[in-house]
């Protein structure tokens, strides 16, 4: 049982991952061109039919694929970069000092992210860019604080101590014995934050916020599928597992790695 | 709810008994009843209560003629009828209106609408206290006098055919003069057969029968506007029961569940909304006719509407609706043409093709029509950079800066062809032979007037001053209880005054 998690995330993660590799390169048809079958049902040569501009859903969903991991990467990567030297520092820095950016980003965390993003991508117009700007934005308190509490945990151990009266500088003690002892703590939120991350964009993108009517996303097909709820329901299906699919994994590849990483797990194991 | 009911039914049993009481020999009263409610969806909500300061379609569309009413009235056929005022006669220059008020017509208070009442809402207009749409409506007025309690003078400094037509819209309205003009957008003071009851914002307006109108009563007691941000969720309470009439379906994908069933009848008429890509003449690019005429053969209109608007509208080719007695059918001036196009472009230097920025609101129409046009327009070399911009934003950046090369959006003002020649138009769009027949057609005769206005149409459309793409189509779905509904929407109001119901 142990690691199946892992194993079923980092499987629905790969195919996410690679579907966006062939894209690429490659799509069935062109997935932003209008095609003369408008709401086919799935056949050939659509295996998922097409939509109202008789595009190809599955063309579609596979470019969409890479808008979610460019979004997904960019937007987590971005907030661990920020976020992480911003929770060690607020935990190695003289009390009154390192409060401020915890509490900074404790207000921040406050705010539901998606709303964050819904805020930011609003006020700079929607784009791709202002969607990976929002979300990355949306998840540094995340990182903030769990670098701050892994690096609390790491300050208070005997090594550290010695460390300390070897004469060893913050920044060396920083680089040394805190960025390795909470790395598998950012890895478990990076993925976790990455599935949010896919969350938000679909979100952003079903409200008009995200990438513009002619880039193929996931959250687009949402919203154009929407119309036709009624008459041709199956549009909304694929774009819904989808997202479904590449949340869970990210979930699952979270909750994996945790229990891999995570050293105190593994000795009661 | 339920607490109400059972009020009703207590001074029901009271007035019984002291009926059966004092007076045995006469009949139980049936005045007691339910009273008769519509209930109809709608998905434009007001910004506010008056229509005179209040751009939004959502205004006018609850209170015209159903709150306020104005001095005439259009028929289905467009031609003015009495309302407030029973006569009307136009100087032989066409400089001076003389309106004779109904006797009858009084204000839901019970005063009486006298011409000062008329005067004084026209005043406010001239002293400049309302939006633009209106002080133009107003441009050619130069004095409106009272001559008796019943006689109104309004004085033109030119003729204007369209002066008549504008007194039937929101600018015509009457308000009560007792009101104090702070509180008219909470709360309207007009004549008509309704008075604003409740306004939820977000929710719902109700209208409550104005107990003292002076006309014909209408049929409901009780009208209830409900607004549903999510068409598909005012598609649920149709079939559901919880509405009577949805206004205008603005997802038409959805319209078989209502077609295939017998508990619904629908109606698809013409609505006065234009969906127009907009060029911007300011553009170096689309300055150039060639340019303009080329991207016209690059769409094919048919498509796009098929993709953004489920294939339900009628193909225009220039800013009239087919109601409008100027209409010509212009639809198949520019025939979907990528060859002609190319060469087009060819001719006016651009074979090596083109960028233009296409910004659209996030409106329910304009994404989906830009993604369907960016594809065609790749077709003919011509890369439009679709940008989604949310209303608000759209209209200050695009509409009020004129930052943009392209834009879709629905003009739905009814007779908006002037629109292209108003001094700084958002198109900045500027012909003076447009402009001189636009001025010719507001100054001639009635016939001159319908005649230069169908020139100036078929001008716009030579010169492919836009695209029109499509006119969005009124669909209206109702119970097969009731009848009465305007199937066209040619004026800015949902009139509740002629519907009824069987039951």
């Known amino acids: 049982m142990r690691g199946s998690s892992l194993w079923a995330g980092a499987f629905l993660i790969g195919l996410v991952a690679l579907t966006a590799g062939v894209a690429l390169f490659w799509t069935p048809f062109d997935p932003t061109a209008n095609g003369p079958l408008r709401l086919a049902p799935p056949g050939w040569p659509h295996l998922l039919g097409t939509d109202a501009f008789g595009s190809d859903v599955l063309s579609r969903l596979m470019a969409g694929a890479k808008v979610v991991l460019l979004v997904g990467v960019l937007s987590v990567v971005g907030a661990a970069v920020v976020g992480v030297p911003v929770g060690i520092a607020a935990a190695m820095l003289p009390r009154a000092w390192g409060e401020i950016p915890a509490r900074l980003s404790d207000i921040l965390y406050g705010f539901p992210a998606l709303l964050l993003a819904i805020l930011f991508a609003a006020a700079l117009g929607g784009s791709t860019w202002t969607a990976v700007m929002a979300i990355g934005i949306a998840t540094i308190p995340a990182f903030v604080r769990i670098a701050r509490a892994g690096t609390l945990e790491v300050l208070s151990q005997p090594y550290v101590e010695a460390a300390q009266l070897a004469g060893l500088g913050p920044l060396a003690i920083a680089r040394r014995h805190v960025l390795p002892n909470i790395a598998p703590l950012v890895w478990v939120q990076a993925s976790v934050s990455f599935g949010i991350a896919i969350l938000s964009e679909a979100g952003l993108s079903y409200l008009g916020l995200g990438s513009g009517p002619d880039s193929p996303t996931w959250g687009r097909m949402l919203r154009e599928a929407q119309d036709h709820l009624f008459s041709t329901p199956i549009l909304a299906l694929w774009p819904g597992l989808a997202v479904a699919f590449a949340t869970l994994g990210f979930n699952l590849l979270g909750d994996g790695l945790r229990d891999v990483l995570d050293p105190r797990l593994r000795e009661r194991a | ?503």
């Open chain 2, 1 to 503: 709810m339920r607490a109400r009911q059972l009020l009703t039914l207590l001074v029901a049993l009271a007035v019984v008994l002291v009926a059966a009481c004092t007076r045995p020999e006469s009949p139980l009263p049936i005045d007691e009843q339910e009273p008769k409610v519509l209930n109809v969806g709608a998905t434009g909500e007001p910004d506010g209560m008056d229509p005179i300061t209040v751009t939004g379609a959502g205004t006018p569309f609850v209170l015209l003629y159903n709150v306020y009413e104005t001095l005439v009235k259009l028929d289905p056929e467009k031609r003015p009828q009495p309302l407030l005022a029973t006569e009307w006669v136009v100087s032989e220059d066409g400089l001076l209106y003389t309106f004779t008020l109904d006797r009858l017509a009084k204000f839901a208070d019970g005063s009486p609408v006298t011409a000062e009442a008329v005067v004084s809402s026209f005043q406010r207009i001239l002293d400049g206290d309302a939006h633009g749409q209106i002080l133009a409506d107003f441009a050619p007025v130069e004095e409106v006098r009272a001559v008796d309690e019943r006689t109104v003078e309004i004085e033109l400094n030119t003729p204007s055919n369209q002066f008549l037509i504008a007194l039937s819209t929101p600018s015509g309205i009457i308000v009560n003069p007792a009101a104090d003009p702070a509180t008219l957008n909470q709360t309207p003071a007009g004549s008509g057969p309704y008075v604003l009851g409740e306004w939820e914002p977000g929710q719902l307006v109700k209208l409550t029968r104005n107990t003292n109108y002076w006309g014909t009563p209408t049929h409901f007691d009780e009208v209830n506007f409900r607004y549903y941000a999510d068409p598909n969720a005012m598609n649920t309470a149709m079939l559901s029961g919880q509405l009577d009439i949805i206004s205008n379906l603005t997802v038409p994908q959805a319209i078989t569940q209502f077609e295939d069933s017998e508990d619904f009848v629908v109606l698809e008429g013409y609505t006065d909304g234009e969906v127009v890509l907009t060029y911007n003449h300011a553009n170096p690019a689309l300055a150039v006719k060639e340019v303009r005429q080329a991207l016209n053969h690059a769409v094919d209109r048919q498509a796009v509407v098929d993709a953004a608007w489920g294939g339900k509208g009628e193909l225009i080719g220039s800013m009239v609706p087919p109601t409008e007695p100027w209409y010509e059918d212009l639809s198949d001036f520019y025939p979907y043409d990528p060859e002609r196009a190319k060469e087009l472009l060819a001719e006016a230097g651009y074979a090596e093709g083109l960028t233009l920025r296409l910004r659209v609101p996030t409106l329910p129409y304009a994404p989906l029509a830009a993604r369907s046009i960016q594809a065609q327009l790749r077709e003919v070399g011509v890369e439009a950079a679709v940008e989604e911009l949310e209303f608000s934003t759209w209209l200050e950046q695009v509409f009020a800066n004129k930052d943009y090369d392209m834009t879709i959006v629905a003009h739905v003002e009814p007779g908006d062809l002037p629109m292209y020649a108003m001094p700084n138009n958002y198109m900045n769009y500027d012909n003076p032979v447009f402009n001189e027949l636009i001025a010719e057609a507001d100054r001639g005769t009635p016939e001159e007037f319908v005649e230069k206005q169908k020139e100036a149409a078929r001008l716009l459309t030579e010169d492919a001053a836009a695209n029109w793409l499509w006119l969005l189509p009124n669909i209206i779905i109702t119970t097969p209880e009731i009848s009465g509904v305007q199937e066209n929407q040619t004026s800015l109001a949902f009139d509740v005054t002629t519907i009824a119901s069987s039951q």
